[in-house]
């Protein structure tokens, strides 16, 4: 086979200066002629095993019939802009290959100029440069052998490139370790090359579900960035909102400040809207918590009647301002049963809250309830637009909403779904979306298992009456002096005796000063925070007998734990609600 435009790969130096010893060696022992075009080692390597052999390579040189060339000196000489230029080329090669040929010799020829462009990364040219080669081969007689480090091609994306090489020539030898010359071994490594050819196609196409699963998860991924962002706008948008009734129903007191009615109604604006706002950081709160299993229910015995009483109730302003009808269908017999009674009249108001929202002005609204067996179901439909099957397959996820959720009333944070999923489950219950599509509106059904409440033996005992609260003596402790001055106000038309302080330090001079029956004391305080406030009140002050109560943004168990370490008594979340705050006065200190 040392005819043609032959390629040879190899994995070692020494392979290839014998492989290319083998090609010329037995011609230049005849009448042949040859033509080295290699890198000075790789010409060495071949040089010193024709010397090896016999071969006088100074005699052959002197009578025209061995040419080395350097490769890359050859190769700079025809290369234009990184392609090979053919004229060039044949200016370049030809001649030195009519030379050898003295007329009538046949030429061996050995080139790793391709090698050189291969591993230079310019896979283009070395194609090209092979395909040059056998245009030459076409006009001047010689047999050519090519040489590739088989290393080379040991990326995916060589495969196609690396055909191309193999169809420029007319014979392809494998690297070393498969160049073997018995049948029966030559077999085992083919049938071995068989295995590990299926075990790569397997792996390939392994390799394609995984991308394709992964390109499906960076997909999900995307789609939960789009959703928070649109969520944090959403949240902005939300809590605004109540800021500017606020804000102008602050200034009309101010305006109109003489005037109870005037005055009377800009505060109802100021509560309603606290109240909305509230219920927003409750809902963020409760889908936090939710989500780190930190909500445990209160299962207590119940009436059905009077949960969709609480829930109804609690929908009805938006119910009313929307212009709705609501219908409600009960069992006739009532339903009593154990589920959380605060939870799950969150469930319905959401509910119905979501129908109020989606459901255009005037619309209609049905609650129904009805018992299947051992579950307990209720519905929430309305006559709204309707869900399309994609918003049905994601209307319970985190921050999912409608396309037209802003152009609604009271748009929402997009959580109020994914709450009462989580809550119905909690209850060890289901919820589902169902809606015939757009313009068909929407219901959302509910289904609880319908656990009875055990039979008691007798009448509860009645729960102990609040009596009216003591006078008490009252420090207010918080950074925010607008805040802190109004709750001490309040507290004072409750008949309390108040003293305010906006640091730790003042706390604690007005803590030794007025030795106080109560401390309501903020937590989140510069410099010094609210548990050191605390633990010096108990330690150092010996403020053993006074009610401590953490106010604070933060109601996680772990903040309680930091409040019952730091010697605190109670922990409120702010805001703090007047009557709840009054029953907490009662307390003994």
């Not at 129904?368 to 307990?376: K, P, S, T, V």
């Not at 929402?412 to 919820?431: A, D, F, M, Q, S």
């Not at 403020?543 to 010697?567: K, P, T």
Request: charged share 30%; hydrophobic share 40%; proline share 5%.
């Amino acid at each position: 086979m040392n005819d043609g435009h032959l390629v040879q790969y190899y994995e070692k130096e020494g392979f290839l200066y014998d492989r290319v010893t083998d090609f010329m060696s037995e011609g230049l022992r005849g009448s042949d002629a040859a033509v080295l075009i290699a890198t000075p080692a790789h010409r060495d390597g071949v040089e010193s095993r024709l010397l090896r052999q016999g071969i006088d390579l100074s005699r052959l040189k002197a009578g025209g019939r061995y040419h080395a060339l350097d490769a890359q000196a050859t190769l700079s000489r025809f290369m234009v802009d990184g392609t090979p230029d053919p004229h060039r080329f044949a200016d370049t090669i030809g001649p030195v290959i009519r030379t050898a040929r003295g007329g009538d010799r046949r030429v061996l020829a050995f080139g790793e100029m391709v090698a050189l462009l291969w591993a230079a990364g310019n896979q283009d040219a070395a194609i090209q440069l092979e395909e040059l080669w056998n245009d030459l081969a076409r006009r001047e007689t010689f047999a050519l052998l090519c040489a590739y480090p088989i290393k080379h091609f040991d990326d995916a994306v060589h495969a196609k490139p690396f055909a191309d090489i193999n169809a420029a020539h007319t014979w392809v030898t494998p690297a070393e370790s498969y160049s073997i010359a018995e049948a029966d071994e030559r077999n085992r490594v083919i049938a071995m090359l068989q295995q590990k050819a299926a075990a790569l196609e397997t792996e390939s196409k392994q390799r394609a579900v995984l991308e394709s699963a992964l390109r499906g998860k960076i997909d999900e991924l995307a789609e939960v960035d789009r959703r928070k962002d649109e969520f944090l706008a959403m949240l902005g948008h939300e809590l605004r909102n109540p800021l500017a009734p606020v804000t102008t129903a602050l200034q009309l007191m101010r305006i109109h400040e003489t005037e109870p009615g005037r005055v009377a109604r800009s505060r109802e604006i100021v509560e309603r809207q606290i109240e909305h706002m509230t219920r927003l950081i409750d809902d963020l709160l409760d889908v936090s918590r939710i989500t780190r299993g930190k909500i445990e229910l209160r299962e207590q015995p119940l009436l059905l009647s009077a949960v969709v009483e609480q829930a109804i109730e609690s929908a009805r302003p938006l119910i009313d301002e929307r212009g709705h009808q609501i219908a409600v269908d009960l069992p006739s017999e009532p339903v009593r049963f154990l589920a959380d009674p605060a939870r799950l009249a969150q469930v319905f108001t959401n509910l119905l809250n979501n129908a109020a929202k989606y459901t255009d002005v005037g619309g209609r609204i049905w609650l129904r309830a009805r018992i299947e067996g051992n579950d307990l179901v209720v519905g929430v439909k309305d006559d709204g637009p309707g869900l399309s099957p994609e918003l049905r397959k994601h209307a319970f996820e985190l921050f999912m909403q409608g396309p037209q959720a802003r152009t609604r009333a009271r748009g929402g944070l997009g959580i109020g779904l994914t709450l009462v999923r989580r809550l119905v489950e909690l209850h060890g219950g289901t919820v589902d979306a169902l809606s015939d599509g757009p313009g068909h509106g929407t219901e959302f059904v509910v289904r609880l298992p319908l656990r009875l409440p055990p039979v008691a033996d007798g009448d509860a005992a009645p729960a102990p009456t609040a009596s009216s609260a003591p006078q008490r003596r009252v420090l207010v402790v918080d950074d925010n002096v607008d805040a802190a001055e109004a709750l001490g106000e309040l507290l004072r038309d409750f008949g309390h005796e108040v003293t305010t302080a906006h640091d730790g330090p003042q706390a604690l001079d007005h803590a030794r000063l007025h030795r106080p029956d109560v401390v309501l004391l903020d937590i989140g305080m510069p410099e010094m925070d609210g548990y050191e406030v605390a633990k010096q009140m108990r330690d150092q002050l010996g403020l053993c007998d006074a009610l401590l109560v953490a106010l604070s943004g933060y109601g996680e168990d772990r903040h309680r734990r930091l409040a019952r370490e730091a010697g605190f008594d109670r922990h409120v979340t702010k805001p703090v609600d007047a009557a709840k705050l009054e029953e907490l006065l009662k307390l003994s200190p």
